[in-house]
């Protein structure tokens, strides 16, 4: 099971990223997907994931409203779009995903996740 995650850069407040996590070496759709964040001195954040269907989602407060996550299970791929972006959101975005951890669930965010992709860098200006 490999995850990697890409799409990050420099933008400025109020822009948008969209981030991908594109699946190898297995089939995306038997997966539930999360994306978690960390910032420099902080401690990782789940930010929002998205079940196998893409019938269920869940997002962190401060993401709700202003992040999509969806999926396209023929392309292997789920996606971050990420709207209005604050130098808050600045953090090294990451996308997992394990065969027995259900998402969204309660707390989801501190449940184990055994696949991690490398992580994307996203830097919001002010």
């Known amino acids: 099971v490999q995850l990697q995650a890409s799409g990050g850069g420099l933008v400025q407040a109020g822009g948008s990223l969209r981030l991908s996590c594109a699946a190898s070496?297995?089939?995306?759709?038997?997966?539930?997907i999360a994306w978690f964040r960390q910032a420099p001195g902080k401690e990782r954040e789940g930010v929002s994931c998205i079940n196998r269907s893409g019938g269920g989602t869940d997002y962190v407060d401060s993401a709700r409203g202003r992040f999509t996550i969806s999926r396209d299970n023929a392309k292997n791929t789920v996606f971050l779009q990420m709207n209005s972006l604050k130098p808050e959101d600045t953090a090294v975005y990451f996308c997992?995903?394990?065969?027995?951890?259900?998402?969204?669930?309660?707390?989801?965010?501190?449940?184990?996740?055994?696949?991690w992709g490398q992580g994307t860098l996203v830097t919001v200006s002010s």
């Open positions: 070496g297995f089939t995306l759709d038997d997966y539930d």
């Open positions: 997992a995903t394990d065969r027995w951890t259900q998402c969204p669930s309660e707390n989801w965010q501190y449940r184990y996740f055994a696949s």
